[in-house]
């Protein structure tokens, strides 16, 4: 690793996270920055052979500064680049795949407008590895080096991505007809906003439309899968069979049957396996991967099936790492993350939205009568401030308590205890029997930690 010192301009958290970069604009994201690491990249980039890169973006004003910027990195290492505008993080993966480029979208999720991110995609469309973010971080610490004009590298735009997306997503869809279905969609003023409404129109649904009216500033302002009252109400208030909200980049969701009740990831999975013989796809699903925080109701569930079941870290990254080692192409995590690897290279939405559809047609669309004979074990989940969470989950007191109230439970419930990847929280989760019971001993917990640290 290279013994330079880091720059003035580099934030004090400049390398690569869980998912990419992500960070506030005024300090991690600023534009100097970001140059830099458009020219660390496309350096690194050209040594894999690499010479083209396609940028897509969220609705966040600072998408503008951050392109423009990561744009100049690039083409001052001899990089082509093919802009896209706004494209959810998995169209912005297809594209890469089907133009054989590598990939990147400025994007921070289900954050608020304030901050912006980066992830990578390689021309395989799928993110970067461990392996190729280090290499970046360590040439983003070398002095620039610049190459001859005439190999500098050019930039132009992709007029038609969106369509071209657009037509992915409906071929997924096997002339699925959605006509009869009053559908309430939430696009969190985000990357889906110009997408998602034509896929859905295009499959002849009656459609009601919740943030599609980006502003630069109003992603995930109480809406989008995070904030899922606005749709509920909508829901509701329309009569609709159902609501789909996405988060800002369009890579997870939540569902709202048509009582209002919230559906979360592990409903979708549910969902997805239980009516798999009312997919025309009819895929088997040999495996299924889920995370650390997935409901104990749904392992159960796949073992009754014969169908073997993972568990991961939290994160859609290491979700489709174990898919990819295993062959399997169903995973995903209660937060909306849905991996669909028959079809796509990531946790994609809208592809999941299809297919969730598809599966329910022959219940008239009716997705609590898949669910009805599915009961989660109620959860409740405590998360707060904690100085080094790493090493009061290994504190020998601490696990002496937790062993105490998993021994209460037995084969009725589980605790997990974790730190926060981007914060320093401490995350105690139980499940139990009952709501009652499962907010007490997370709260028994969670009072002990407390005063044992």
């Given at each position: ?71 100049s990195g690039f083409i001052s290492a001899g990089v082509n680049v093919t802009l896209v505008g706004p494209m959810p ?44 973010e280090k290499k970046i971080e360590d040439f983003l610490l070398e002095n620039n080096s610049f190459i001859n004009s ?304």
């Amino acid at each position: 690793m290279s013994s330079k010192k880091r720059p003035d301009y580099f934030p004090l958290d400049w390398r690569f996270g869980t998912d990419g970069i992500r960070g506030a604009i005024e300090s991690k994201m600023n534009p100097l920055f970001m140059v830099k690491l458009g020219w660390a990249a496309g350096k690194i980039l050209r040594e894999e052979g690499v010479e083209s890169i396609l940028i897509g973006k969220d609705t966040r004003i600072s998408g503008y500064m951050i392109e423009s910027a990561l744009e100049s990195g690039f083409i001052s290492a001899g990089v082509n680049v093919t802009l896209v505008g706004p494209m959810p993080t998995p169209g912005v993966a297809y594209l890469a795949k089907s133009t054989n480029q590598a990939g990147l979208v400025i994007t921070a999720s289900h954050n608020r407008f304030s901050d912006n991110g980066i992830k990578f995609f390689t021309k395989d469309g799928f993110k970067f590895d461990y392996g190729l973010e280090k290499k970046i971080e360590d040439f983003l610490l070398e002095n620039n080096s610049f190459i001859n004009s005439v190999e500098l590298g050019k930039a132009s735009r992709l007029e038609d991505a969106q369509q071209m997306y657009i037509d992915f997503c409906l071929a997924a869809s096997s002339n699925l007809d959605l006509s009869g279905l009053t559908l309430v969609i939430d696009c969190a003023n985000g990357a889906n906003y110009s997408v998602a409404p034509v896929v859905f129109k295009e499959l002849g649904c009656n459609l009601i439309e919740i943030g599609t009216s980006p502003d630069g500033i109003n992603i995930n302002d109480d809406c989008g899968s995070t904030n899922p009252e606005k749709i509920q109400k909508e829901v509701i208030s329309n009569g609709a069979d159902l609501g789909i909200a996405f988060d800002g980049d369009g890579d997870r969701l939540v569902l709202v049957d048509r009582h209002g009740k919230i559906l979360d990831g592990d409903d979708l999975l549910y969902t997805l396996i239980s009516t798999n013989g009312s997919d025309p796809d009819k895929k088997s699903y040999q495996g299924i991967v889920g995370t650390l925080m997935t409901n104990k109701s749904l392992e159960l569930f796949l073992e009754r099936e014969g169908i073997e079941f993972l568990r991961t870290d939290v994160g859609d990254k290491y979700v489709l790492r174990a898919l990819r080692e295993r062959s399997w192409i169903l995973g995903g995590e209660p937060s909306g993350h849905i991996i669909c690897l028959d079809h796509t290279t990531t946790g994609d939405a809208l592809i999941a939205s299809v297919k969730v559809l598809k599966s329910l047609k022959s219940l008239d669309f009716d997705i609590s009568k898949a669910l009805e004979n599915f009961t989660k074990l109620p959860q409740e989940l405590i998360s707060f401030e904690v100085n080094n969470p790493h090493k009061i989950i290994m504190n020998s007191e601490v696990r002496s308590e937790v062993s105490k109230v998993e021994k209460k439970l037995g084969n009725k419930g589980r605790v997990l205890i974790r730190p926060s990847g981007t914060e320093d929280l401490l995350r105690v989760m139980v499940e139990a029997s009952t709501k009652e019971l499962a907010e007490g001993l997370a709260k028994e917990i969670s009072d002990f930690i407390r005063r044992a640290v």
